[in-house]
């Protein structure tokens, strides 16, 4: 069976940066499919925020400019979100997927950005 | 990017009744559409990817259609277990973007 799990600290100040790690379990990330992220605001709005691929290459919204970086352990089967500069309008609840068509997802991590 | 513009942010049904969703995108997306449940504290659940195929386990009361621009999910004899938001996927382009969702209440 396949699972995602995310961790990472559920508070974060602002202007520092939100790392998280997604775990893998019951297949290996460097077999096939992209790997994303997804965040959820409190208003319910749903945005992708970017993927790592099987092959390692990645792909980041737009809209997060130059904020975003997704990396991976293939040892751990883990991949990674970094975020940085972060301010309150980053607070929503994290989620990692995998594919592009989000068949599998991780419970989600609810992360507060607040001094 | 393609915005979805989903409708109704809200529903309120009977049981047993049928109930429609829809989302319209800003260019046509040649039916690489996606529907997802959600029920508070748990994941996203995929249900139909491709328009209007089923994912496994998705019960047959749900369905999907559309084209070009213009697509709807339906829920035919609303069970008690499908009270929930509901979300649109476009994923032919990137980025890929969600609907703002449907919330599902009983009457």
């Known amino acids: 069976e396949i699972q995602l799990q995310e961790s990472g600290p559920g508070l974060v100040k602002p202007s520092q940066s939100l790392s998280l790690t997604c775990s893998v379990t019951?297949?290996?990330?460097?077999?096939?499919?992209?790997w994303s992220w997804i965040r959820k605001f409190p208003g319910n709005k749903m945005e992708w925020m970017g993927y790592?691929?099987?092959?390692?290459?990645?792909n980041y919204n737009p809209s997060l400019k130059s904020r975003i970086s997704i990396t991976r352990d293939t040892s751990k089967n883990q991949f990674f979100l970094q975020l940085n500069s972060v301010t309150t309008e980053d607070t929503a609840t994290y989620y990692c997927?995998?594919?592009?068509?989000?068949?599998?997802w991780g419970q989600g991590v609810m992360v507060t950005v607040s001094s | 990017d393609i915005q979805m513009t989903q409708s109704p942010p809200s529903l309120s049904a009977s049981l047993g009744d049928k109930v429609t969703i829809t989302c319209q995108a800003s260019q046509n997306i040649n039916k690489y559409i996606a529907w997802y449940q959600q029920k508070p504290g748990k994941a996203p659940r995929l249900l139909i990817r491709y328009t209007s195929t089923l994912e496994s386990g998705t019960p047959s009361r749900f369905s999907g259609s559309g084209s070009g621009r213009d697509y709807s999910f339906s829920i035919s004899n609303v069970e008690s277990e499908d009270i929930a938001s509901y979300y649109c996927?476009?994923?032919?382009?990137?980025?890929?973007?969600f609907g703002a969702g449907t919330k599902l209440e009983l009457k």
């Open positions: 790592i691929s099987y092959s390692g290459s990645t």
């Open positions: 019951g297949y290996t990330i460097t077999s096939g499919y992209d």
């Open positions: 996927l476009q994923y032919v382009n990137l980025p890929y973007t």
């Open positions: 997927a995998r594919s592009r068509l989000f068949d599998y």
